[in-house]
Structure formats: structure tokens, C-alpha cells
């Protein structure tokens, strides 16, 4: 089983430059507690350049955008291409984010476009899903994200999921201060690994990670992170706090 540890922090439209450097800084003095937990952050499109020159070499550091396009070039006015990422040492990408779907309309058509320009482009993707309270409520929760993943990932091969991480954030969850409790985060991650089986094998669901988005902060990150299926997580208001978003990175 090859599966990484991942803390990725998602700083959404927050921060000014200077603000975003001194953040980074910060994380990177951080001196991990397990040495193999992978940091990402997704710092806004314009200080992208800067977080990855802060960054610099620091071990298992790496930036990631929020958003990419899914066109590869042209006349798309405001667009960012996974080109453009690739030559700012952009290593990784959110594709399918709930405020993406949800005020963006992003489709799953389009969402399958984006993670195969980041692809093509060599930069690893974080696909994002998860349900909305209703669902859960009426207990749809679990087709909605087999048929999220089954939209979108029918489009992959295996060799492909090398460079996809999952993120599963329930919709109920992100920015609510409510969170998925350890069980029921650790039987969706179960049953994303189930759905990751069908679909592709038994050894490409082992080696997926999963992550766990949706309130996830310095309280309750050790208890999510011990579960056998949850991998790390997407972490939004909290990666904001580098001392908060380095006790996650620490919570393993
Ligand atoms: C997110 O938006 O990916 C997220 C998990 O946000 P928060 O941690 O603030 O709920």
C-alpha cells in the first residue's frame, strides 16, 4: 500500500500577498511530527509564483491553485489554463470544490476537461465531492457520491489515479462549523474505496488517498485522522491559522 498522508490547506479568496508569504513562512518552519505527511497549500491565483518561491525546496511542501481551466488556451477572458500553472511550479489542483459546483455551475463534463488539462499538464488533482444535507438527511448520501465518482473518474485509467487524490467534503460540513463525525467520515471513505475498487482494482483503491474536508480543524483532525480509510485533509478556515493548520499537519 502506497497511499500518501496529505494536509492541504484550501485559502479560498482570503489573504493578501503579503499575508500569503508570511503564512508559508510560517508552515514551513513547522517541524512535521511525522515526516512523511505531504503540505499543499491553495493559495488565490495571483500569489501562486510567490508561495512557490517562498517554498522553495522545503520538504513535502508543495502549492496547488484552486481552480484551473478547461480549455487549454485562447480567447477565454479571466481563465486560468493548466499550462499556465505547470510554468509557475504549480504541482497540484482542486477540480470539483462545492463552491465551484454550486456558485460556478461547474458540471461534471466540465470537471472531467479540467483534471485532463491538470493531467497533461503534470500536475497532480484533488477531486473533490460530497453531499448535500438533504441527501444526507434523506440517506441518498452514498449514490450521490458513487454516482459523482463514477461521472467523473469512468474517464481515467488506473495509471492516471496515480495523480489523483479524492477529497471527500460533505457539503453540510464545509465552513459550518459542524463536521462529520470519525464514524461517518470513515464509512463514506469506505465506501469511496469500495466504489474506487468496481471501478478500477482492489490495488488502485489501496493506493488512492482519500481526504476528509468539511470543518476539519485543530480539535477534532487527530481523532478523523485515525480512522483506517481517511488519509488527511482539505482543510479551509483553519489552514488560514498557521498554528492551527500546523497542528493538523501534526495531528497524525
Ligand atoms: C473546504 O472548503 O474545502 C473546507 C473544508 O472548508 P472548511 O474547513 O472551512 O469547512
Known amino acids: 500500500m502506497s497511499r500518501k498522508k496529505i494536509v492541504a490547506g484550501n485559502w479560498k479568496m482570503n489573504t493578501s500577498l503579503n499575508e500569503a508569504i508570511y503564512l508559508v513562512q ?8 511525522n515526516s512523511e505527511v505531504l503540505k ?22 508543495y502549492t496547488g491553485a484552486q ?30 470544490h462545492s463552491e465551484r459546483r454550486q456558485y460556478f455551475n461547474e458540471t461534471n463534463q466540465q470537471l472531467v476537461l479540467k483534471i485532463k488539462n491538470a493531467l ?9 465531492f460530497g ?9 441518498t448520501h452514498f449514490t450521490t457520491v458513487e454516482k459523482q465518482l463514477n461521472q467523473v473518474l469512468s474517464h481515467f485509467t488506473e495509471t492516471d489515479l496515480h495523480n489523483i487524490t479524492l477529497a471527500y467534503e460533505p457539503i453540510w460540513a464545509i465552513g459550518t462549523g459542524e463536521t462529520a463525525s470519525p464514524q ?9 474505496r469500495k466504489t474506487i475498487a468496481n ?26 485522522f485515525a480512522c483506517a480509510d481517511v ?9 488560514l491559522k498557521a498554528d492551527d493548520f500546523c497542528t493538523i499537519i501534526n495531528s497524525f
Open 40 to 61: 499543499i497549500v491553495f493559495p488565490p491565483f495571483p500569489f501562486i509564483t510567490e508561495v512557490a518561491k517562498t517554498i522553495n525546496n522545503s520538504a513535502n511542501f
Open 26 to 33: 510560517q508552515i514551513s518552519k513547522n517541524k512535521n511530527t
Open 131 to 139: 453531499e448535500k444535507l438533504e441527501e444526507r438527511k434523506g440517506t
Open 67 to 96: 481552480n484551473c481551466s478547461e480549455f487549454l488556451n485562447g480567447a477565454y477572458t479571466g481563465e486560468v489554463s493548466a499550462l499556465m500553472l505547470q510554468s509557475v511550479n504549480c504541482n497540484y489542483v482542486l477540480v470539483g
Open 120 to 128: 497533461q499538464h503534470s500536475i497532480n488533482v484533488i477531486f473533490c
Open 199 to 224: 471501478l478500477f482494482s482492489t490495488k488502485a483503491a489501496n493506493n488512492i488517498s482519500i481526504l476528509y474536508g468539511g470543518s476539519c480543524n485543530a480539535q477534532n483532525a487527530k481523532q478523523l
Open 184 to 192: 461517518q467520515a470513515q464509512d463514506m471513505h469506505a465506501f469511496v
Open 231 to 239: 488519509d488527511g485533509g482539505l482543510i479551509g478556515g483553519a489552514s
